[in-house]
């Protein structure tokens, strides 16, 4: 009886540690969409301003967090995003070590734990910005000084080039997974009402296509750098964004991209809410 009574125990103590565990990682998986849906919504903001000559700093994401700064309990938020941040670098590394099964696969894994990375990157950039460190360089500055590095190295002008190409590939799958509506399937729909399934998946679709088409673009630009060896060709998100209003349709089409990155924000905040983590 003791030793039944004690493997029970043992038994239940685990099953609340796992569950524990469990609920932690879904609380940081939250935190993390609440977090990227905050910066999507103030660089589509940003771009707006930007499209109707009304000002605006720079569209990325060193611009929202100075948008940020400048609010009321400012640093405040800069420290709740750095939280979000650290938080969706947690869970998606926690995917990428212990998710396992056929909807779980090694390549699944691998980019889980690149996205784990990016996150902590940026969760770093966040902490510094909001501890005084400086608002840093630009995107633009960042991909000018990454491109012209990489051009510099032996092949350097073929590995600009692949990396703009996985660029351009990044943004058109993104795109088409939106406009497929695949990301359903990652969503806990059956707790939705048919409308607000219906206004999640019109978020998703719109800032999908948005959020790829930008992807796309940058990778654009980046593929011209090394065709051209002109690491002034590449550009950032904030030049990227800003090169849309310099084609025919004008400011217009960065206004609608613009639009499509806040929808991506907004769906972002659905997936804090039903997204099966």
């Not at 090394?226 to 590449?234: R, V």
């Not at 349709?249 to 960065?254: S, V």
Request: with cysteine.
């Amino acid at each position: 009886m003791t030793s039944s009574h004690t493997q029970g125990r043992g038994r239940a103590a685990k099953s609340a540690a796992r569950s524990t565990k469990n609920e932690t990682l879904t609380a940081a998986g939250r935190a993390g969409f609440s977090a990227r849906g905050v910066v999507y919504v103030l660089i589509g903001a940003l771009s707006i301003r930007i499209a109707v000559g009304s000002g605006g700093g720079q569209a990325d994401r060193q611009g929202a967090l100075h948008e940020i700064a400048t609010k009321p309990f400012g640093e405040v938020m800069l420290w709740a995003l750095v939280v979000g941040f650290g938080a969706m670098a947690l869970w998606r590394a926690s995917r990428a070590v212990l998710s396992r099964g056929p909807d779980h696969k090694a390549a699944s894994r691998a980019l889980d734990a690149g996205r784990a990375v990016f996150y902590a990157f940026v969760c770093w950039g966040t902490a510094v910005y909001a501890a005084g460190g400086g608002q840093g360089s630009s995107s633009n500055e960042q991909s000018k000084d990454w491109t012209s590095s990489a051009l510099k190295l032996p092949f350097g002008q073929v590995l600009v080039g692949a990396a703009g190409c996985v660029l351009i590939g990044v943004g058109v799958v993104l795109a088409a997974r939106a406009a497929m509506r695949k990301f359903l399937r990652r969503l806990d729909t059956g707790s939705m009402s048919p409308r607000t399934k219906q206004v999640v998946t019109a978020l998703g679709v719109g800032g999908g296509v948005a959020r790829g088409t930008v992807f796309a673009a940058a990778g654009i630009f980046i593929l011209v750098a090394a065709i051209q060896f002109d690491p002034d060709e590449a550009k950032g998100v904030d030049a990227t964004l800003r090169s849309f209003a310099q084609t025919p349709a004008g400011p217009w089409l960065l206004v609608a991209v613009a639009i499509g990155l806040i929808l991506f924000g907004v769906f972002s905040f659905a997936s804090a809410r039903y997204r099966r983590l």
